[in-house]
């Protein structure tokens, strides 16, 4: 059994969730999002994009409702004893599997709580969920119930992003070796990727952000893969990823020469990195990590180039993206805590003058303060 943390870890978290169960008044907790399902028994898979729910009551059984191709995936990656498959044929409905399994744990009549807020759960199958618990069951929306549970790590958890942090260093160490004029985007992507993997490491739950030129602005993955020219700009943002634990990195590296204004932007960037870490620390909330941040560029003449958040939490999440609640956007009422990890992103994007600088790094927060880390260099860096 390919388990990543120990028994007392597993078992630690799902008292947890079994308090936090009883404390809202739930019977019993249909999951839905994968990250849930990882965290609580291990279980690792792509198979979330079909019909597929862990059931927890409130006397602690586990059962699992997925396809056949996950059978073994689950016996081999989780903790998971008592997995059920539902079969495809046409016109199938699990949903009436999972009714079955609900007669079995009497939970007719009951309050169940519904991951609702998961990319396991497309909304067809919401709409026939909902149908097959009607006049059944209560249900409740309790999609933060595990999520809330996951922002603050353990020191198991914190090993792995640590790890990952260090397999990100190795794919900048790739990028500034690589990234000159001439060079396909494609080259650098491959040569982060190979160390990243090399070192032990995962795919992303999302794609790279890479772009050069105009696309230096643009803050998400797309086809586009352009060879650097002479003078150019090339916008990256990475992370590396251990155990489906992420740390994640972005910077904007001008290549050949830097346009004056590349500089003014970073020195902006840098300086609200750093007034962000001084807000980053338990007991503040994360609204003022993001109001700090605005205020930063704002008195600096960035208004317009700004965005309108300034980070996440990370940890371990699937496909189709690493960002992880809580947000770092004004009036955020999260009040930070150790073992929270956040990654901290600095962006400007100036579309009149076609310019772009980012730095972002991902952060632990401690009992005094908060750790970067990644340990690579904050300057800006001419290719």
Request: net charge neutral; hydrophobic share 35%.
């Amino acid at each position: 059994m390919g388990l990543h943390f120990t028994q007392e870890e597993f078992k630690s978290r799902k008292s947890k969730v079994l308090n936090s169960m009883k404390k809202q008044n739930i019977d019993a907790l249909l999951m839905f999002r994968q990250e849930s399902m990882y965290w609580l028994t291990g279980y690792d898979t792509f198979g979330y994009v079909f019909f597929q729910t862990l059931v927890l009551d409130q006397t602690g059984n586990l059962i699992l409702l997925t396809r056949a191709p996950d059978l073994r995936q689950a016996q081999n990656t989780s903790n998971i004893e008592d997995i059920r498959i539902w079969i495809d044929k046409d016109g199938s409905n699990p949903t009436n599997n999972l009714r079955v399994i609900l007669d079995e744990l009497n939970l007719k009549g009951k309050k169940l709580g519904v991951e609702y807020e998961a990319y396991g759960l497309t909304g067809r199958n919401a709409l026939r969920l909902n149908k097959s618990l009607e006049n059944y069951c209560s249900i409740e929306d309790k999609s933060e119930l595990i999520t809330e549970l996951r922002v603050v790590k353990s020191k198991e958890e914190v090993a792995y992003v640590r790890k990952a942090a260090e397999l990100a260093d190795r794919a900048l160490d790739e990028v500034w070796k690589h990234a000159k004029p001439g060079v396909s985007e494609s080259k650098i992507l491959a040569e982060m990727n190979r160390v990243i993997f090399e070192g032990g490491g995962d795919y992303p739950a999302n794609e790279f952000i890479i772009g050069s030129g105009k696309n230096a602005l643009l803050c998400r993955y797309q086809a586009e893969k352009q060879t650097l020219k002479n003078v150019d700009q090339l916008t990256i943002e990475w992370a590396g990823t251990y155990r489906h634990y992420h740390s994640a990195m972005f910077r904007t590296i001008p290549i050949g020469k830097a346009d004056p204004e590349h500089h003014k932007m970073h020195k902006a960037c840098l300086e609200a990195l750093k007034n962000c870490e001084s807000k980053l620390k338990p007991g503040n909330k994360v609204g003022e990590v993001f109001d700090i941040h605005a205020k930063t560029f704002d008195d600096l003449g960035f208004n317009k180039a700004r965005m309108n958040a300034c980070g996440y939490s990370l940890g371990t999440t699937f496909s189709p993206n690493w960002m992880d609640v809580p947000m770092l956007y004004s009036g955020n009422p999260y009040v930070i805590e150790p073992g929270n990890i956040f990654f901290m992103h600095m962006i400007l994007m100036n579309s009149d003058n076609q310019l772009a600088m980012n730095l972002g790094e991902t952060y632990l927060v401690t009992e005094q303060g908060n750790e970067r880390l990644g340990k690579q260099k904050l300057d800006l860096v001419v290719l």
